[in-house]
Nanobody, 117 residues
């Protein structure tokens, strides 16, 4: 059974930084794309950033230049470094990993990020 767990959320002032982590555990032979998504109250879940198993990254326009996604394949882990945070970045952040031959998607439980003074 595969589990995906996020950590690293919290309360930060505008302009501050946070680093989110997400690790997959269980019977894992291969992890393909890894991604971060977020959902603010009253809105749909939206893509923040993704990274392929080849290291190609993709970002939502509003976070380009501020957020950096990375991965550590040895530990089946992905990170989201968030700098210059803004109040509009406030949301629950979810990690998603495509795992196994079929690329089945596994989601974490979410971690709250609140940007407020």
């Amino acid at each position: 059974q595969v589990q995906v767990v996020e950590s690293g959320g919290g309360l930060v002032q505008p302009g501050g930084s946070l680093r989110l982590s997400c690790a997959a555990s269980g019977s894992i032979f291969s992890v393909h794309d890894m991604g971060w998504y977020r959902q603010a109250p009253g809105t749909q879940r939206e893509l923040v950033a993704t990274v392929t198993d080849g290291g190609i990254t993709n970002y939502q326009d509003s976070v380009k230049g501020r957020f950096t996604i990375s991965r550590d394949n040895a530990w089946n882990t992905t990170y989201l470094q968030m700098n210059s945070l803004k109040p509009e970045d406030t949301a629950v952040y979810y990690c998603c990993m495509a795992i196994g031959d079929n690329g089945d998607e596994y989601w974490g439980q979410g971690t709250q990020v609140t940007v407020s003074s």
